[in-house]
């Protein structure tokens, strides 16, 4: 029997490959990142399963690919389904959950810090060779604020916002708050987090991190209304999508000294634009959307991904089917 076509939009590990060419025929986009939308399109028309790791899977997308049955992204956000779309035509969806948990915690705790105590901006002061004596600096210019024993509130209480409350309470003696839509009986027993409406969290917390899934429900989800309940000392943590926040509100809040500082792992437009006033703010600490990305959690999604997709099309159960789409497997 010949093997299923599948394409895989971006370089993946060789062992990844190899263990899915023994059950799948593959061609895999080898340029830099990924390939144009169109270069995209025009794989698809033999395609039954596609490893993917963001870019609408969308109609225009489904119409190309008519023979498509699993779509595996390397990501546990799945905000790029059309889960509908993917419903009518029973397109399965993976995503890889867990293996990135510790890996993107580890990123907000680096952004906790990094903001408060202005690892940035105070490394490129010193070197550029301004740390010298003479200079008219007083010892408050450097002053940043306490991480340790400050209060923590997390919006999103899941998986990464339990890896999260556990660095925050072991690790720095954290006081926590948290909203979610359900409340996380494991998260108070294990941490002591304590659950509060979102009104509370955002007023009380020195650090607000925000960790919850884009979805519609969650899109623009916290605007300058807000951002006006935080603390001028706060700062504002963001790991999860550019666009579960206003961001126009946020660099008001900003640059109105309503919060103090922000970490940001995401952008609303990626890669953020160059004129984008966040990249002006020595407040502000950058990443280019890698919270997950060490060799080995990458790896290790890459894997879960190719697992997941050679299950659904040899017919078994795929451990990872989002949870909207569970039925089609049922
Ligand atoms: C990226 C992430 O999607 O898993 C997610 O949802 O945000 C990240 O891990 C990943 O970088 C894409 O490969």
Redesign the pocket.
């Known amino acids: 029997m010949s093997k299923p076509k599948i394409y895989i939009t971006?370089r993946i590990p060789a062992e990844v490959l190899h263990y899915l060419e023994q059950y799948c025929e593959c061609r895999m986009w080898d340029g830099q990142g990924t390939p144009s939308r169109q270069g995209l399109l025009d794989e698809l028309a033999e395609v039954e399963g596609l490893l993917t790791?963001?870019g609408p899977v969308n109609q225009e997308l489904l119409d190309r690919a008519p023979k498509l049955r699993v779509v595996s992204?390397?990501?546990?956000?799945?905000n790029h389904f059309d889960l509908d779309e993917m419903r009518a035509r029973r397109v399965i969806g993976t995503?890889?959950p867990y293996v990135?948990d510790d890996t993107?915690a580890d990123l907000v705790l680096a952004l906790m810090l990094s903001s408060a105590r202005r690892i940035p901006e105070l490394d490129a002061f010193v070197k550029a060779g301004n740390w010298k004596k003479g200079a008219g600096l007083s010892e408050e210019d450097f002053f940043g604020m306490d991480v340790h024993h400050a209060k923590l509130g997390i919006i999103g209480m899941g998986r990464i916002g339990e890896a999260i409350a556990k660095r925050a309470v072991h690790g720095f003696g954290m006081e926590l708050l948290y909203y979610n839509r359900s409340r996380r009986p494991e998260a108070e027993e294990k941490y002591g987090a304590q659950y509060c409406d979102l009104e509370t969290v955002l007023r009380e917390s020195d650090f607000v991190v925000l960790m919850t899934p884009l979805t519609p429900k969650t899109e623009r989800y916290i605007r300058k209304e807000h951002f006006a309940m935080m603390k001028p000392t706060s700062f504002f943590i963001n790991a999860?999508?550019g666009q579960t926040l206003d961001e126009a509100d946020l660099i008001e809040a900003l640059q109105t000294g309503q919060i103090r500082g922000a970490g940001l792992d995401?952008f609303d437009v990626e890669p953020v634009q160059p004129d984008n006033p966040l990249l002006h703010m020595a407040n502000v600490v950058t990443m280019p959307?890698?919270?997950?990305?060490t060799a080995k959690t990458?790896f290790d999604?890459a894997m879960l991904a190719a697992q997941n997709l050679v299950a659904g099309l040899t017919g078994k159960r795929p451990p990872h089917v989002v949870k909207e789409l569970q039925s089609l497997v049922e």
């Open positions: 971006k790791t963001g992204s390397i990501s546990v956000g799945y995503h890889t990135l993107v999860s999508r995401v959307h890698i919270g997950s990305a990458r999604m």
